[in-house]
């Protein structure tokens, strides 16, 4: 149960000539959410959060790295994956040590 913005109607403090008037005033209250995960091609993983209550609230969480990676890629961001073998190639280049027999050595540690 999460928060969000919902409407609540009420009689009137005071007595008019429409027995059924009901007076709708915004409030937040408590209720049910339901999320959504999509993968889409074009905008990459997303989430959408829809409200069970009336005004039925949508809400979209992207995540722009995606969109980014596939049309700017020169601005995309090296994963961990590239920067630890860019680290591990530069080692090698600079103590001339053999990558095979040093995961062997790290391991056996």
């Known amino acids: 149960m999460e928060?969000?913005?919902?409407f609540r109607s009420t009689p009137p403090r005071y007595p008019?000539?429409?027995?059924?008037?009901?007076i709708p005033r915004r409030e937040r209250s408590r209720f049910?959410?339901?999320y959504f995960y999509i993968d889409d091609e074009a905008l990459g993983p997303m989430s959408m959060r829809v409200a069970s209550f009336?005004?039925?609230q949508a809400t979209y969480y992207l995540n722009g790295y995606?969109?980014?990676?596939?049309?700017?890629p020169h601005f995309a961001e090296p994963s961990v994956r590239t920067i630890y073998?860019?680290?591990?190639?530069?080692?090698?280049?600079?103590?001339?040590?053999d990558p095979a027999t040093e995961a062997v050595h790290e391991n056996s540690q």
């Open 3 to 6: 928060q969000g913005q919902t």
């Open 54 to 56: 009336f005004p039925f």
């Open 32 to 34: 049910t959410h339901y």
């Open 66 to 72: 995606n969109f980014i990676e596939q049309h700017y």
């Open 85 to 97: 073998q860019r680290i591990r190639s530069l080692k090698t280049r600079l103590t001339g040590a």
């Open 16 to 22: 008019t000539d429409d027995p059924n008037d009901r």
